[in-house]
């Protein structure tokens, strides 16, 4: 479960589906910017369990979700409705029943997809965006990288074997990390099911990633959707996903972009690096709610 400080919110959508947020609220808050946090693909709100008290005690509300098919949210029978579209209108349907009318987001992978489709639906919802090592032209090589594991994951027998088991096929992403990283990277991205350590995610993602209707889109119009409000681009600076070029166009459509490269990460800089944080946190400082 995601973290202790957060009160879980359930919200049952229009397709009948239970999703759930973690909800770092309090009374003592300072901001009056609510952020909403958006994982990536394979992920869920954990992702968040660093970042959201880190900026919940700089006096912001923050909302970790778990889209559907992942975390402590349902599965969905129809896997064609895993989709990033989706996801979007999830967001903005869980905001409205929630009587949030305006946000910051951070979007990490496909949860900065998210963030663009938003700005693109509904530009006066999103005040400001970091996006997380993603960017509207996808590099092919991270792409066949992901689809290579996505719902092929076998069942593990302990945690041990778990953290092990991702150390190996994400080493070259965190090339630098030890043991209690791994560690903490399985818990948060997998769960304990009759005594065995599975993914916590749907597999049928997998079936929605391959299908032809999630074929890679021009995403160019939708980040530019972003270009009308403050954005902080994430860079993991040997990140198979989000090119050097790719960033360098984002930078030249939108002047006054912020960016970040973290060292010697991959995709996707956490988000508990220090200096991804301090970086979100003076970002945010500098957003008014309009």
């Keep these: 479960m995601s973290g202790s400080a957060a009160k879980k919110r359930v919200f049952t959508n229009k397709d009948g589906l239970d999703l759930v947020v973690f909800d770092y609220g309090g009374d003592d808050l300072t901001h009056s910017l609510p952020l909403v946090c958006l994982h990536g693909l394979t992920r869920n709100a954990r992702d968040f369990d660093g ?60 949860g900065g997809i998210m963030s663009m489709i938003i700005a693109a639906l ?8 970091v996006i997380n090592d993603i960017g509207p032209t996808v590099d092919p090589a991270g ?24 150390r190996a096929l994400g080493a070259a992403a965190f090339p630098d990390r030890d043991a209690a990283f791994w560690d903490d990277f399985a818990r948060r991205t997998c769960r304990e099911q009759d005594g065995e350590i599975i993914t916590d995610y749907d597999p049928a993602i997998a079936k929605a990633l391959l299908s032809a209707d999630n074929a890679p889109a ?31 166009q984002m930078g030249a459509r939108h002047p006054a972009m912020q960016t970040i490269e973290i060292a010697n990460t991959g995709h996707v800089p956490t988000l508990d690096e220090a200096e991804s944080q301090r970086a979100i946190a003076d970002f945010f400082a500098g957003v008014g709610e309009k």
């Design 51 to 110: 970042l959201a008290p880190f900026l919940r005690a700089q006096g912001h509300r923050v909302l970790a979700f778990d889209v559907r098919g992942r975390g402590a949210s349902a599965y969905d029978p129809d896997h064609t409705r895993y989709h990033p579209l989706t996801y979007a209108q999830d967001v903005l349907d869980f905001l409205d029943h929630l009587g949030i009318e305006r946000a910051g987001f951070i979007g990490t992978s496909m």
């Design 122 to 129: 509904a530009p006066d919802r999103i005040a400001a965006a």
């Design 143 to 166: 792409l066949a990288r992901i689809a290579g594991y996505v719902g092929k994951a076998k069942p593990m027998q302990s945690w041990a074997q778990a953290a092990r088991t991702l």
């Design 218 to 248: 021009d995403l160019w119009p939708l980040f530019e959707a972003l270009c009308a409000v403050p954005v902080l681009v994430i860079r993991g600076a040997l990140s198979d996903i989000l090119s050097p070029d790719t960033l360098a």
